[in-house]
């Protein structure tokens, strides 16, 4: 079995569970995803399997990428990703996988990877959480700065703005990895998994689901 399988990001909904209660889950549609190239650790050093998902047209790739799938018999994919593995795997260039991989009882909980939303420019108070100054009347126009940057304090670098100081800047669309997150329902006829909780990325978007390092499948 291969731990992870690429997917596109739904949204949102809920499903009733036995008690009847609501549960929130995230739709993703996972796969099918092509094996394109299988390592292994005699010839390359490592164990790992190269997945490919979502078809592409070939005037909108390139002719190395367009010979490289053609090798595993399909056409060129929108994203490819390469797998690591602990230990060799069964399957073979060509192959495609499927969600009936995270059937029910086969896998309890996943890890899901994504580009998180991107919020444009912010602030230091919607950025990182700071306090801001105080409400009064001596302050003002100032009520949402950062402050003093550049104190002398610390490390003896004198009146120097510190290397990892937490300013304005641009806010999300970054590389985040929701762990332990538990899979309440697959329907393998419509490609699709439903994850307990929310994970990183607008819908729409590409992300990656693996089997849960942390927590027990």
Known sequence: MIPALLGTKI????VMDERGAAEP??????????????????TDGYDAVQLGYGELKPHRSTKPMIGHAARAGTGPRRVIREIRLSEPTAVSRGDVLTVEQFAEGAV??????????????AGVMKRHGFGGKEASHGVERKHRSA???????????????????????????VRRTIS????VKVDANNDLL?????????????????????KAH
């Open 194 to 214: 439903m994850i307990r909780g929310s994970v990183p990325g607008p819908n729409g978007s590409v992300v990656l689901v693996r089997r849960s390092k942390k």
């Open 147 to 173: 402050g003093g940057i550049g104190g002398s304090a610390t490390g003896g670098t004198g009146r120097a703005v510190k290397k990892g100081k937490r300013m304005a800047g641009h806010m999300g669309h």
């Open 25 to 42: 889950v995230t739709v993703v549609k996972a796969g099918p995803c092509v094996v394109l190239q299988v390592r292994f650790k005699e």
């Open 108 to 121: 309890a909980y996943v890890d899901v990877t994504g580009i998180s939303k991107g919020k444009g420019f």
């Open 11 to 14: 949204g949102m909904t809920q």
């Open 180 to 183: 332990g997150l538990r899979v």
